[in-house]
Every structure is written in structure tokens, then in C-alpha cells.
């Protein structure tokens, strides 16, 4: 499998984040992607993810009602909006992969794309 993951970078506070990940090579009907950040000093964070087998949707309680979730089922895409950024959201975001269900406490995942830095800054 491989991954394509785009967006990141620099965010203003109160801003919001985009990141889009594409995976190509899935090897089963029934597959889940996602998003695990890695924060300075708190460890690994699962964001939100998508599991193709019944189209439902998880979000991080770390990150509360402030995410949204888009999905290119044919495409194998998942993209995130986090809104209302706030430096404590800095870290490396990484775009993962499970089958056939989103990973165990969405921190458990089968592969990891390479990651994006994020940072909250004015």
C-alpha cells in the first residue's frame, strides 16, 4: 500500500487544517483510513477515521466536534478539516490504514503513511 497525504504546514490560531490522503494497493474490499497525530508531550492522538465496510465515521475525543470528515470511497480518499486550530493541535499528523475496521482506541492501525507536520502559529 502506499500513501499520498497532502495539506499541513503552517495554520493560523482559530484557523482551520486540511489534509487529504489518498491510498493506492488496498488489498481488501473492506479497509478503513485515517488520521493518528503524534503531539509533543502527549503521546499518540487518533484523530478520525473512515471504515469503507459501513461507511461510518469515528472522531478523537481530543479533537471534540471540531472535525469533519469527506470520503472518495472509488478513490480510496479521506480528507479532514479540523477547525479552530490552537497551538496545543501542533504535531505530525499521520494518515493510517486497518482492515477491515478503524484501529482499536483509533491509535492501532495496520500501516502509516510518512506524516505532515503541523504547526499553529500567528
Known amino acids: 500500500e502506499q500513501f499520498v497525504e497532502s495539506g499541513g504546514g503552517l495554520v493560523p490560531p482559530g484557523g482551520s487544517l486540511r489534509l487529504s490522503c489518498t491510498v493506492t494497493g488496498i488489498r481488501f474490499d473492506s479497509w478503513a483510513i485515517g488520521w493518528v497525530r503524534q503531539v509533543p508531550g502527549k503521546g499518540r492522538e487518533g484523530v478520525a477515521c473512515f471504515a469503507s465496510s459501513d461507511g461510518s465515521k469515528r472522531y478523537g475525543s481530543s479533537v471534540g466536534g471540531r472535525v469533519t470528515v469527506s470520503t472518495d470511497s472509488t478513490k480510496k480518499t479521506v480528507s479532514l478539516r479540523l477547525d479552530n486550530m490552537q497551538p496545543d493541535d501542533s504535531g505530525e499528523y499521520f494518515c493510517?490504514?486497518?482492515?477491515?475496521?478503524?484501529?482499536?482506541?483509533?491509535?492501532?492501525?495496520?500501516?502509516w503513511g510518512q506524516g505532515t507536520q503541523v504547526r499553529v502559529s500567528s
Open positions: 493510517v490504514l486497518n482492515y477491515p475496521y478503524c484501529g482499536a482506541s483509533l491509535v492501532q492501525y495496520h500501516k
